[in-house]
């Protein structure tokens, strides 16, 4: 069974900088798993953030990065805000099927 | 404006079955991927299947999780989604969303609570 593996939990300061990542039990992550970030707060419904590795959504601040580093899919968040505090998901495609990683809780303290 | 509203969720017994439903608006449903997604309390996403567009002849997909038991139809004309589940186990217990894919995915309804218990 294909497993997505992502930080449990993160914390960064206000204006600083984190990279978050997403490994897959297959081998590296490469553009053709078309890697997916979602945003979650508490109570609220996930919103779409990046697609295809490293491109925003109309609604998504420039502050939000997504690039491959290291055979795995990243998430970089700049400049971050307080609204930043979050559980952050990837997305993989696996040739039919996709698997969500474990989330990542970022704490902006 | 893209709206995507579940509903159907509630109580059913383990072993029992339930039909949710994802109703579509704002967009051309017919040429869009439909998933289903499902979050229990305070754990985090999982992908439960897909259903592609008429010209991909409606082909799906489903997580191991829920292969065999769970069904995803969808009716273009009535601009609906639907996730047929059977033989429900308490591990089902979870918000289920739909969302859509178009070239991407981005749009999500609000999500509809399935509690399986007896």
């Known amino acids: 069974q294909t497993v997505v593996t992502q930080e449990p939990s993160l914390t960064v300061s206000p204006g600083g900088t984190v990279t978050l990542t997403c490994a897959s039990s297959?081998?590296?992550?490469?553009?053709?798993?078309?890697p997916n970030w979602f945003q979650q707060k508490p109570g609220q419904v996930p919103r779409a953030l990046i697609y295809s590795t490293s491109n925003r959504h109309s609604w998504t601040p420039a502050r939000f990065s997504g690039s491959l580093l290291g055979g795995k899919a990243a998430l970089t968040l700049s400049a971050v805000q307080p609204e930043d505090e979050a559980d952050y998901y990837c997305?993989?495609?696996?040739?039919?099927?996709?698997?969500f990683g474990g989330g990542t809780k970022v704490t902006v303290l | 404006e893209v709206q995507l509203v579940e509903s159907g969720g509630g109580l059913v017994q383990p072993g029992g079955s339930l039909k949710l439903s994802c109703a579509a608006s704002?967009?051309?449903?017919?040429?869009?991927?439909m998933h289903w997604v499902r979050q229990a309390s305070g754990k985090g996403l999982e992908w439960v299947g897909h259903i592609r567009s008429k010209p991909k002849n409606y082909a799906t997909a489903y997580a191991e999780s829920v292969k065999g038991r769970f069904t995803i139809s969808r009716d273009d004309s009535e601009n609906t989604a639907y996730l047929q589940m059977n033989s429900l186990k308490p591990e089902d217990t979870a918000v289920y969303y739909c969302t859509r894919q178009d070239d991407t995915i981005d749009y999500w309804g609000q999500g509809t609570l399935v509690t399986v218990s007896s």
């Open positions: 997305l993989l495609y696996y040739g039919g099927a996709w698997v």
């Open positions: 297959t081998g590296a992550v490469t553009s053709g798993y078309y």
């Open positions: 704002g967009f051309t449903f017919s040429g869009s991927t």
